[in-house]
Each structure stands twice: as structure tokens, then as C-alpha cells.
């Protein structure tokens, strides 16, 4: 089992920069920590589904973005650390929301973009942008 605690969350203006990080801990023992897991950031807004922001492949050798972040955001993982991160850049408004990460069991060097893939998640952290 996988245990994610997001940070990094806040208010921010438009245009402003943030990073989210999230910490992963491993229940069992196991000497490849989250290399096995492909790792997801998604977000959601009061009302509406949850919707996929990025994801990253086991190795980190593979990210793909949805369109809205294409270009402003990015994804990037640190194995030995057992962390995800999300560098959000020229924030706006529309990305105000709770954000989570996401680990997903893998076998193969994919990067799930389905909310039904994954298998692990954290308790969320706000991002609000103001305009």
C-alpha cells in the first residue's frame, strides 16, 4: 500500500508560479519504493468531476498533459526520494481547485490518464488564483 500526502497548496495571483509536492510512503517493504508506480496529478472544483492535469511513467521517462496545462505545467518525480512534483506556471484562474496525487501500480512504463487507473490517493491540497 501507498500512503500520498500532498503540499504546496495556496493563494496565488494570475500568472504567479507554484509547485505542489507529494510525499509517498510504502506500507510494505519493498527496495524499489515508487519506481513500480506510475504517478498522476489530477483536480477538482466543487460540483464537477475530477479531471486529469498529468501524469508520469514509472521511470519518469514518460509524462503526458491534459490540453488545458500543456506548456505551462510539468511533472517530474524523484525515485530515490519517494516524491512527485508539479511545477505550475503562468497560473490562472481556471486552475483554482483541489489537487491530488495519484499512484497507479504498473508493470509497464505507461502513464495512466484514467481516474480509474489509479490505485492510491492523497487527501488534496487547494489551489486558489486570483485574478
Known amino acids: 500500500q501507498v500512503q500520498l500526502v500532498e503540499s504546496g497548496g495556496g493563494s496565488v495571483q494570475a500568472g504567479d508560479s507554484l509547485r505542489l509536492s507529494c510525499a509517498a510512503s510504502l506500507r510494505t517493504l519493498s527496495t524499489s519504493g515508487i519506481s513500480t508506480y506510475a504517478m498522476g496529478w489530477f483536480r477538482e472544483v466543487p460540483g464537477m468531476e475530477r479531471e486529469f492535469v498529468a501524469a508520469i511513467s514509472r521511470s519518469g521517462g514518460k509524462t503526458y498533459y491534459a490540453s488545458s496545462v500543456k506548456g505551462r505545467f510539468a511533472i517530474f518525480r524523484d525515485n530515490i526520494k519517494n516524491m512527485l512534483y508539479l511545477q505550475m506556471n503562468s497560473l490562472k484562474p481556471e486552475d483554482t481547485a483541489v489537487y491530488y496525487c495519484?499512484?497507479?501500480?504498473?508493470?509497464?512504463?505507461?502513464?495512466?490518464?484514467?481516474?480509474?487507473?489509479?490505485?492510491?490517493w492523497g487527501q488534496g491540497t487547494q489551489i486558489t488564483v486570483s485574478s
Open positions: 495519484a499512484a497507479d501500480l504498473r508493470y509497464n512504463d505507461y502513464t495512466p490518464q484514467s481516474r480509474s487507473e489509479y490505485d492510491y
